[in-house]
């Protein structure tokens, strides 16, 4: 079975940083476009933003709200994806997602979550 | 950007009731919608997909139809395990965006 595992979330002041990383296996991870999705507490679903693959030049889209504040990257040798957010607001508060996107560019698979808490 | 909107925000039902969500896009996204059910303190699970591929495991009492701008989940007998917040999604183009979210509850 396709496993994510998230990892990197905690507690960080406003206006710093994070790094988020997601470890894939049981998958040809290098094959798949990759996703990050958050959720503040209690809310919905926000898509971050996505990479594509090796063929795809790595390339990149983000959600406008973001945009300018996030890094999306990966690291095919080590089956990783990585979220980078920078100048993190309390609304930055929320469970970080990363998820596998299939052939029909649909979410297939998740990992559990990671929680990022943004506080003074 | 392409909004979605869905209906009812919450749904309560009992075991063995036919239950129906509807997800309307903003702008026509042709079939590319699914569906997905998440359970608290859980990541989302995908059910559907193409607006009416049930993914592989899901079980056949959930389909999908629509196409254009109007999608409805069916699931055709509630069962206990039902419970939770279904949320649709597009992919038709950037940014991807998801719907608020419908709650279920059984009664």
């Known amino acids: ?120 | 950007d392409i909004q979605l909107t869905q209906s009812p925000s919450t749904l309560s039902a009992s075991v063995g009731d036919r239950v129906f969500i509807t997800c309307r896009a903003s702008q026509t996204i042709n079939s590319c919608l699914a569906w997905y059910q998440q359970k608290t303190g859980k990541a989302p699970k995908l059910l559907i997909y193409k607006a009416s591929t049930l993914e592989s495991g899901v079980p056949s009492r959930f389909s999908g139809s629509g196409s254009g701008t109007e999608f409805t989940l069916t699931i055709s007998s509630l069962q206990p395990d039902d419970f939770g917040t279904y949320y649709c999604q597009q992919c038709k183009s950037y940014p991807i965006t998801f719907g608020p979210g419908t709650r279920l509850e059984i009664k």
Request: proline share 2%; hydrophobic share 30%.
């Open chain 1, 1 to 120: 079975e396709v496993q994510l595992v998230e990892s990197g979330g905690g507690l960080v002041q406003p206006g710093g940083s994070l790094r988020l990383s997601c470890t894939a296996s049981r998958f040809t991870f290098s094959d798949h476009y990759m996703d990050w999705v958050r959720q503040t507490p209690g809310k919905g679903l926000e898509w971050v933003g996505r990479i594509r693959k090796k063929t795809n030049s790595y390339t990149t889209e983000y959600a406008a709200s973001l945009k300018g504040r996030v890094t999306i990257s990966r690291d095919d040798s080590q089956n990783s994806l990585y979220l980078e957010v920078n100048s993190l607001q309390t609304e930055d508060t929320a469970v970080y997602y990363c998820a596998r996107v299939s052939n029909d560019y649909v979410l297939d698979y998740w990992g559990q979550g990671t929680l990022v808490t943004v506080s003074a």
